[in-house]
Nanobody
Framework: VQLQASGGGLVQTGGSLRLSCAAS????????MGWFRQAPGKGREFVAA????????HYADSVKGRFTISRDNAKNTVYLQMNSLKPEDTAVYYC????????????????????WGQGTQVTVSS
């Protein structure tokens, strides 16, 4: 599967953005989907994940209550709605897909994911 992330940009503190990740190929519903981010000089950090059906979601403590992950299996797309943005949310955001047919693992671990998108830059100004 190929992933294409979009929706990043420059926003002021307290603003909102919605990221999208479109997947090509078949069987999108076989994949758990996650969002990770990487700030300059830091490692890749888990942000949020949603299970294949959309029935379960997981969030990093730093974004709980501000970010919402969702998916539309009919459109092969996963979304990340980001509200109340802070300067510390500034990073490149990546979407990732975990194939449940092979080895589903903990959703917060980047190494468990099989496919990655190219990333989209989110910059929050103070």
């Amino acid at each position: 599967v190929q992933l294409q992330a979009s929706g990043g940009g420059l926003v002021q503190t307290g603003g909102s953005l919605r990221l999208s990740c479109a997947a090509s190929g078949r069987a999108f519903s076989h994949y758990h989907m996650g969002w990770f981010r990487q700030a300059p000089g830091k490692g890749r950090e888990f942000v949020a994940a949603v299970t294949w059906s959309g029935g379960n979601t997981h969030y990093a403590d730093s974004v709980k209550g501000r970010f919402t992950i969702s998916r539309d299996n009919a459109k092969n797309t996963v979304y990340l709605q980001m509200n109340s943005l802070k300067p510390e949310d500034t990073a490149v955001y990546y979407c990732a897909a975990m194939d449940t047919r092979r080895r589903p693992g903990p959703l917060e671990y980047a190494y468990e994911y099989d496919y990655w998108g190219q990333g989209t830059q989110v910059t929050v100004s103070s």
